[in-house]
T-cell receptor, first 114, second 115 residues
Framework: AQKVTQAQTEISVVEKEDVTLDCVYETRDTTYYLFWYKQPPSGELVFLIRRNSFDEQNEISGRYSWNFQKSTSSFNFTITASQVVDSAVYFCALNPGTASKLTFGTGTRLQVTL | DAGVIQSPRHEVTEMGQEVTLRCKPISGHDYLFWYRQTMMRGLELLIYFNNNVPIDDSGMPEDRFSAKMPNASFSTLKIQPSEPRDSAVYFC?????????????FGEGSRLTVL
């Protein structure tokens, strides 16, 4: 069975602080795909990144960066110099290589204040 | 290109009534997914289709729920009869890349309230 755990239910930071959202996953598949999605207050789900299990290279996109470590089954997401517009619920998700089902974590609500 | 289009955006109905949610996937995408989001259970996959054929409906809560995809550009999720515990946001999503690698593109969701 696949499982995604986001232990942080809610995080509050002040603008310009760095923040890391944790994601731990479980799967028996050797090939799998990890995703992060953002859900702003408006409610839609916005794709942020996809990473396959064979590529452990960290990725940076502007103020966003992702750290994938197979040894600890983690795929953490860091926002540098957070902004109010980053306030949203962030979901980590897993798609095993043997199926087409995307399993989501419970999400982390990030609140960035001035 | 237009994204995934869902309707209605909001639906308020009374217990026992039939509810039909609609979805138009992104053109060319051959996978379509229905998810439900609640505070208690988070995002749950209800059912997904490949080339209009239901592949996995193990997430459909009970017989009151049914989903169809009569053609590549349209899908419905029906609840009959509806109950207050069905209140949730229902998302439709489509995928166009390889079956297990591509990201899902989500619609804006249909917020259902059953009184």
């Amino acid at each position: 069975a696949q499982k995604v755990t986001q232990a942080q239910t809610e995080i509050s930071v002040v603008e310009k602080e760095d923040v890391t959202l944790d994601c731990v996953y479980e799967t028996r598949d050797t090939t799998y795909y990890l995703f992060w999605y953002k859900q702003p207050p408006s409610g839609e789900l916005v794709f942020l990144i996809r990473r396959n299990s064979f590529d452990e290279q960290n990725e940076i996109s502007g103020r966003y960066s992702w750290n994938f470590q197979k040894s600890t089954s983690s795929f953490n997401f860091t926002i540098t110099a957070s902004q109010v517009v980053d306030s949203a619920v962030y979901f980590c998700a897993l798609n095993p290589g043997t199926a087409s089902k995307l399993t989501f974590g419970t999400g982390t609500r990030l609140q960035v204040t001035l | 290109d237009a994204g995934v289009i869902q309707s209605p955006r909001h639906e308020v109905t009374e217990m026992g009534q039939e509810v039909t949610l609609r979805c138009k996937p992104i053109s060319g995408h051959d996978y379509l997914f229905w998810y439900r989001q609640t505070m208690m259970r988070g995002l749950e996959l209800l059912i997904y289709f490949n080339n209009n054929v239901p592949i996995d409906d193990s997430g459909m809560p009970e017989d009151r729920f049914s989903a169809k995809m009569p053609n590549a550009s349209f899908s419905t999720l029906k609840i009959q009869p509806s109950e207050p515990r069905d209140s949730a946001v229902y998302f439709c999503a489509s995928r166009g890349l390889a079956w297990n690698t591509g990201e899902l593109f989500f619609g804006e969701g249909s917020r259902l309230t059953v009184l």
